[in-house]
């Protein structure tokens, strides 16, 4: 009687020295987006402490709470120069799929425009409020405020300089995510 083996198909791809898995490619990444891992895995640590010492450990550290929600806002504005040059922001694409090309053309260069405007314009007004805000104190840790201020500038400068890159890369190439709807017929 022959016995029937069943093959993995995922170890005979590694015996082969192929996979059906993607590679990693370390590439991709830029350095905002290391950056903002490790204040995503500081807040995860954060947050487990907050969790532990609550109800585990029944005495509760007072800073975590204030900690945990200032590290989540700087995930949150250096995570947006991820999405910006990921071009993963929302943005209504619905009336690209019926505007002639060039109309829709000249709404995305607009679109791109007013974009890198918005964001430096934020810059500049985060900055000044960075600077007012070096004499307050955060509330249970004695850290001037600034601190978290001055992450979120960089978060949105980091925006603005990735905004202005998308936007050339547009200019350039003639076409955009949203121009591109259209051809593609992505419509929900």
């Not at 504005?77 to 922001?89: D, E, K, M, T």
Request: charged fraction near 15%; hydrophobic fraction near 45%.
């Amino acid at each position: 009687m022959i016995e029937e083996h069943h093959i993995n198909p995922a170890l005979e791809a590694q015996k082969k020295g192929t996979s059906d898995e993607p590679e990693v490619n370390l590439r991709e990444y830029s350095p905002e987006d290391w950056v903002t891992l490790v204040f995503f895995w500081i807040l995860g640590i954060v947050v487990f402490l907050q969790f532990f010492t609550r109800y585990a450990l029944n005495n509760p550290l007072a800073w975590t709470e204030e900690i945990a929600r200032y590290l989540l806002t700087c995930v949150a504005f250096l995570g947006g120069g991820i999405a910006v040059r990921r071009y993963s922001h929302i943005h209504v694409e619905f009336l690209y799929i019926y505007y002639p090309r060039g109309l829709a053309h000249f709404l995305s260069n607009l679109v791109d425009i007013i974009r890198v405007f918005f964001f430096g314009y934020a810059t500049w007004l985060c900055w000044k409020v960075t600077l007012i805000m070096k004499t307050q104190p955060m509330v249970v840790v004695d850290w001037p405020m600034s601190i978290v201020y001055g992450i979120c500038t960089f978060g949105i400068a980091v925006m603005t300089i990735r905004a202005i890159q998308v936007a050339i890369q547009n200019w350039r190439s003639g076409s955009s995510v949203l121009t591109c709807v259209g051809q593609e017929g992505r419509h929900q």
